[in-house]
C-alpha cells in the first residue's frame, strides 16, 4: 500500500547534539519534501527535496529516490528546533501524502 | 497572494450546528489539500483538488463533510451536524502540480471546537 514512514518517533536531545530522522517511502512516492510543525501549530517548509543533498543553516536533508528513503540532519540542535518533523510525498505525482511524523524535544 | 490563508482561525461552534472553512490559496497553484489534525496527532488527508480534474473525496470521514473550489480559487470545507469529534485543526496547503509536482505550503489552519 501507499505507505511513508517515519523514524524515530519520538527524540530527545541536549541542546548542542546532532540528530538524524528518516523517511522511507514507497513506490510511487515522490518529491519528498520536510516540514517543521512548531508548538503553535504551524507548518514550516524545510526542504523540498526530490533527489540529493541541500543544506539550509544546521539543518540539511538527502533523499536516495532510488533506494526510497530521505533523512533530515539536524546539527547542534536548539531548543527551538523542538516539535514534530513531517516528511510528506506526492502519490502517483499528485496525492500529497504524510509520514507520522518525529516529535523532538531539545532541552537546555 | 502572498502565501495560503485560512479562515477563521478559531471558530467554537455548538454540536449539532454546520461550519464553513475557507482556504485562499497561493495564486497560481492548482492543486488544493484539506487535512484534518487531532490533538498531539497526524495529518488526516481529506480531499484534494486538481484544476478541473474531479476532486479526490477518498478521506472525507462521513457525507457531514464536503467541500467545494471554484476553479483554481478559494476553497470551501462545510461540515454539517457537527459532533464533538470533529473538533480538530484543519489544515489547508496548495502547491502547483505541472509536469512534476511542486512545492506545497500551508495555511496557518483553522481550530475548530465543538462544544
Known amino acids: 500500500g501507499i505507505q511513508v514512514e517515519q523514524s524515530p518517533p519520538d527524540l530527545i536531545l541536549q541542546e548542542g547534539a546532532n540528530s538524524t530522522l528518516r523517511c522511507n517511502f514507497s513506490d510511487s512516492v515522490n518529491n519528498l519534501q520536510w516540514f517543521h510543525q512548531n508548538p503553535w501549530g504551524q507548518l514550516i517548509n524545510l526542504f523540498y527535496?526530490?533527489?540529493g543533498t541541500k543544506q539550509n543553516g544546521r539543518l540539511s536533508a538527502t533523499t536516495v529516490a532510488t533506494e526510497r528513503y530521505s533523512l533530515l540532519y539536524i546539527s547542534s540542535s536548539q531548543t527551538t528546533d523542538s516539535g514534530v518533523y513531517f516528511c510528506?510525498?506526492?502519490?502517483?505525482?499528485?496525492?500529497?501524502?504524510f509520514g507520522t511524523g518525529t516529535r523532538l524535544q531539545v532541552f537546555p | 497572494g502572498a502565501g495560503v490563508s485560512q479562515s477563521p482561525s478559531n471558530k467554537v461552534t455548538e454540536k449539532g450546528k454546520d461550519v464553513e472553512l475557507r482556504c485562499d490559496p497561493i495564486?497560481?497553484?492548482?492543486?488544493l489539500y484539506w487535512y484534518r489534525q487531532r490533538l498531539g496527532q497526524g495529518l488526516e488527508f481529506l480531499i484534494y483538488f486538481q484544476g478541473n480534474s474531479a476532486p479526490d473525496k477518498s478521506g472525507l470521514p462521513s457525507d457531514r463533510f464536503s467541500a467545494e473550489r471554484t476553479g483554481e480559487s478559494v476553497s470551501t470545507l462545510t461540515i454539517q451536524r457537527t459532533q464533538q469529534e470533529d473538533s480538530a485543526v484543519y489544515l489547508c496547503a496548495s502547491s502547483w502540480l505541472g509536469q512534476g509536482a511542486g512545492e506545497a505550503f500551508f495555511g496557518q489552519g483553522t481550530r475548530l471546537t465543538v462544544v
Open positions: 527535496i526530490p533527489s
Open positions: 510528506a510525498g506526492y502519490y502517483n505525482t499528485d496525492k500529497l501524502i
Open positions: 495564486s497560481g497553484h492548482t492543486a
